[in-house]
Each structure stands twice: as structure tokens, then as C-alpha cells.
């Protein structure tokens, strides 16, 4: 971390600073900005990845919850471009205006753990707006984002996932490259918001309440876990074994299920 620059983390916002020059380099690249690109950096904290972002890009804007660090982030990146500071909670975020007609947004950002699952589902619903997004986040949440069907890792968050956009896991970060070290490891994903879904899905909402009721009791058989969700007709329909359980369904079969209404309640 820069000398002048010290800003102790706080723990309700879930901060961890990013000070290794190898890894914020890897991002950078991965990321490739280049002039004219909507950059929207998420907790910019003391402008680690801020400042090259800046740099290459020549315009950035940055979404900050944490006022006590803006000064310090604004005097290191002066002269270096135009950065844009909206000081505001992210999950409040409105992409889809913040985009505002313009080309689509790349947005990127050293995730806080303790928000991650929620911004990307926040994240996608907007997807429209969103060209790409490079995060840095706990390296379970990544591989729980790019698992196949069959393991622990899979789970609501691939399948959701999976019908809104392709996700790839770049690099693993150790707990050396953040000051304060977290506790666990991280990991560099890049997600690609589809412009449609690569499998057929007439209701997402139908989808959406399929997979949470399947995965909320992943132990037990689709037949348990689906019950008064799917009926029986739908898994022929599908022609999925109701014996299955949820994590070895892939997404489009977690579709199929979805295409068949919820049965009626008896009387």
C-alpha cells in the first residue's frame, strides 16, 4: 500500500485491500480496457486497480460505500483521468440507468465476501446493460459459479447462473495479496451476460422457484423436494427419473421441469 495512503479496513464493510502488483496487473489485463469503454469499478477502496484502470481507460466510474476513503482515492488518481464517484450502497445501484442509453457497462471490482452471492444476482438482473464483469471473489463462490452437474459445488447459484450468462474462471489469488489477508482464498471469474438463454426457458420466474425449491433439500429426490412444485406429469414430460436429485440435473433440464405449470392444490 502506498506511504500516505494507510486506511484501516472495516469489517462491516467486508474490506480487504488489494496491494499485489503481480496480481492487480493480471486483472488489468484481463480486463484489457481501452479508451472509450463504460467502466464501472465496484469498491475501489484505496484505487489499487483504480488508478491502472484509469490510466488505460482515461475515464472510470467508481461505486463507493465508504466516504473515508474517497479523498485518499481521489488524490491518488488526479491528473490521471476523469473518475466519477458515486458514494452509495451497490446493491441499491441502478446499472440500467447508470448505463443510460450509452453503450453497454464493464464492471469489475474487488467484491466484499459478505455481498457477493446478492450483487450478482442484483448484477444480472440488469444484465442487459452489462457488457462483461471481472470480479474478484472467494474462491468457493467461483467454483460454485463454474461447477458441472454432480459435485458439492453445484448448487442454485450455478443453475441461475447459467441461464443468464457464461461464466470462466481466470486465476486463483492467495491471502498475501490483500492487507488485511482474508481468512480464505480468492479467485478472478469473468462473466459474459447472454443476450438470450442457451437453452429454451419461456418463464424465468418459474425457473427461478424450481431450482430454489430443488436445491433447498438437496439430499432428498426431486419427487420429495419438488413436491406441490412440479407434478409427476412434468417429469415425464421431461423425461427426467424423479429419483434424481438436484445437483445432478443440468440447467436445461432444471428448464424442462420449469416449462410444465405448478401443479393445482388439492381440495
Known amino acids: 500500500m502506498d506511504r500516505g495512503l494507510k ?64 479523498p485518499p482515492l481521489l488524490e491518488r488518481c488526479r491528473g490521471h483521468g476523469e473518475l466519477i464517484v458515486h458514494v452509495q450502497d451497490v446493491l441499491g445501484t441502478d446499472f440500467a440507468a447508470l448505463a443510460a442509453g450509452g453503450p453497454p457497462l464493464r464492471v469489475c471490482g474487488n467484491l466484499p465476501y459478505n455481498i457477493s452471492t446478492p450483487l450478482l444476482f442484483h448484477l444480472l438482473g440488469t444484465s442487459s446493460s452489462i457488457r462483461d464483469m471481472h470480479f474478484m471473489l472467494q474462491k468457493e463462490v467461483v467454483d460454485r459459479m463454474v461447477a458441472p452437474p454432480g459435485g458439492k459445488d453445484y448448487g442454485r447459484l450455478t443453475v441461475m447462473l447459467a441461464a443468464s450468462c457464461r461464466c470462466e474462471r481466470l486465476f486463483r489469488v492467495g491471502t498475501g495479496a490483500f492487507s488485511p489477508p482474508p481468512k480464505v482464498d480468492s479467485a478472478v471469474v469473468r462473466i459474459v451476460p447472454l443476450a438470450a438463454p442457451p437453452f429454451p426457458l419461456a418463464d424465468r420466474a418459474r425457473y427461478a422457484s424450481v431450482v430454489a425449491a430443488a436445491f433447498s433439500m438437496r439430499r432428498k429426490t426431486l419427487r420429495n423436494s419438488l413436491r406441490g412444485v412440479v407434478g409427476e406429469e412434468a417429469f415425464d414430460a421431461a423425461g427426467i427419473d424423479a429419483r434424481r436429485r438436484a445437483e445432478t440435473l443440468r440447467p436445461d433440464e432444471f428448464a424442462a421441469l420449469a416449462a410444465s405449470p405448478a401443479p393445482r392444490p388439492a381440495v
Do not use: M, N, Y
Open 7 to 70: 486506511h484501516r479496513a472495516r469489517k462491516r464493510f467486508g474490506q480487504h485491500f488489494l496491494h499485489d502488483r503481480g496480481v492487480i496487473e493480471r486483472i488489468v489485463a484481463a480486463i484489457d480496457p481501452r479508451s472509450g469503454d463504460r467502466l464501472v469499478e465496484i469498491g475501489p477502496g484505496l484505487g489499487a486497480l483504480t488508478l491502472p484502470l484509469l490510466e488505460r481507460a482515461g475515464r472510470l466510474e467508481v461505486i463507493e460505500i465508504d466516504r473515508d476513503v474517497i
